[in-house]
Nanobody, 122 residues
Framework: QVQLVESGGGLVQAGRSLRLSCAAS????????MNWYRQAPGKERELVAA???????NYADSVKGRFTISRDNSKTNLYLQMNRLKPEDTAVYYCNAEGLGGWCENYGAQYWGKGTRVTVPN
């Protein structure tokens, strides 16, 4: 079992920065790729950024050049540095991790945090 808890959300003015954190606990050795998703009101949940086991990253086109995903060596913490925020970034942001599989026997598993709200007013 893996538990994910997001923090760092809040209200921030457009053009400013915010850093989200995700604390992982439990069987963290059994997770691989970690992701940040977000869901705005009336919209479907979308992948914002991902970081793989080898450190490779991917970003949604809407956040490229503005957001940076990172993690610590122990995989106990995931971060999303958000710069030059826009009102369109307003959403609940969710931390996500994928099961490593193998001896962990959790291939295909998805772990989710409860989300942290980011509000960027006009």
């Amino acid at each position: 079992q893996v538990q994910l808890v997001e923090s760092g959300g809040g209200l921030v003015q457009a053009g400013r920065s915010l850093r989200l954190s995700c604390a992982a606990s439990g069987e963290t050795i059994c997770i691989s790729t970690m992701n940040w998703y977000r869901q705005a009101p009336g919209k479907e949940r979308e992948l914002v950024a991902a970081i793989g086991v080898g450190g490779s990253t991917n970003y949604a086109d809407s956040v490229k050049g503005r957001f940076t995903i990172s993690r610590d060596n122990s995989k106990t913490n995931l971060y999303l540095q958000m710069n030059r925020l826009k009102p369109e970034d307003t959403a609940v942001y969710y931390c996500n991790a994928e099961g490593l599989g193998g001896w962990c026997e959790n291939y295909g598993a998805q772990y989710w945090g409860k989300g942290t709200r980011v509000t960027v007013p006009n």
